[in-house]
């Protein structure tokens, strides 16, 4: 789309100093960019040669096709994907050199496959599930599936090089399951130890561990919110807390005002009546783009200096929002949604609150037809 009145502008410069605040607090662990879901909406490839520039030394993506692309655009770092089923074209990401979970026996054969028709071992992280209750292999699964593993790589279609498994209450410093799935992950590793494996990497910590749990770090840790300078925990510290600054800067035109008296009715459903005569401004961003339908008359913005929220509904492709009586604003402003808060605007935290959700599920759920923006970037996009 070669127009559109809106813009996620994503700034490279915070990225960056995001990998190398997450590079200090994880010590002597390697930095692995969690870039899932097209970098969490802020674009996978730019934002992937930027992480690495700045120092981090894996990338980390849930999906096989994530990966696959990551490879054919040149990235030739160490790459894990994580989420496929049976049938995945593990030959095609074997022949690739991209590092693949495994959790089950099926995943541990259809691998040693591809490693057959590819040529070249498998390379593998033994995921065990250590109290999430989601992926991974339980406890009494474990032995079995790590034995399984070490006859592979005995016969070399296998190169069994992470051990990993995440955590289900880092975000919460308090919460005594972490140390139990420290525990657990302990155990699990002897268990690996003992069948003769000697993993290169272990690993444990996405954001909320890094931050928050030092004991999590082991080998590698895995940020991936932080990456972006949203906290993983933001009841806990915010993102100023914590040292860390937002990427992303959602901004749209305004297309329309109308001075209006004091008892207009805004939007479908006539939900939001204007409490005193004033200034109502259009904004060409609605649920189409990922603008959450449940932070009507909630969702904040910034406009002219001053910080308004939505009037009414969140239209499909528009939104109202009432600046109230003596707003010099006019069509062709430029409003702010979210971006970060040391710039005095409205954060994707804010509207996490408004909506009732995770900033996660704000940056996330951004939608393709708003056309990102790089900044200060220092690599080829």
Known sequence: MSYYPARAVVDHAAIRANVERLRAVAGRAEVMAVVKADAYGHGLLPVARTALAAGATWLGVAQLGEALGLRAAGVTEPLLTWIY????????????????????????EELAAAAVRAGRPARVHLKADTGMGRGGARP??????VDHA????????????????????????????????????????AVVS??????????????SGTLFHPETHFDLVRPGIALYGLSPAPDVASPVDLGLRAAMRLEADVILTKDVPAGTRVGYGHTYATPEAGRLALLPLGYGDGIPRHAGSTGPVQLAGRRARIAGRVSMDQIVVDLGPGADVAPGDVAVLFGDARDGVPTAEDWAAAAGTIGYEIVTRLGTRVPRTHVSQEVTP
């Open 140 to 145: 009494e699964a474990w032995d079995g599936l």
């Open 194 to 207: 003992r069948a003769g494996l000697h993993p290169a990497v272990r690993h444990l910590a996405a954001s």
């Open 85 to 108: 089923a049976p049938g995945a074209p593990l030959t095609d990401a074997v022949a690739a050199g991209i590092d693949v979970s495994a959790a089950a026996p099926w995943a541990l």
């Open 150 to 189: 070490a006859r592979l790589a005995a016969e070399g279609t296998l190169d069994v090089v992470g051990v990993w498994s995440h955590l289900a209450r880092g975000d919460e410093p308090e919460a005594s399951t972490t140390a139990e799935q420290v525990a657990a992950f302990r155990a699990a590793l």
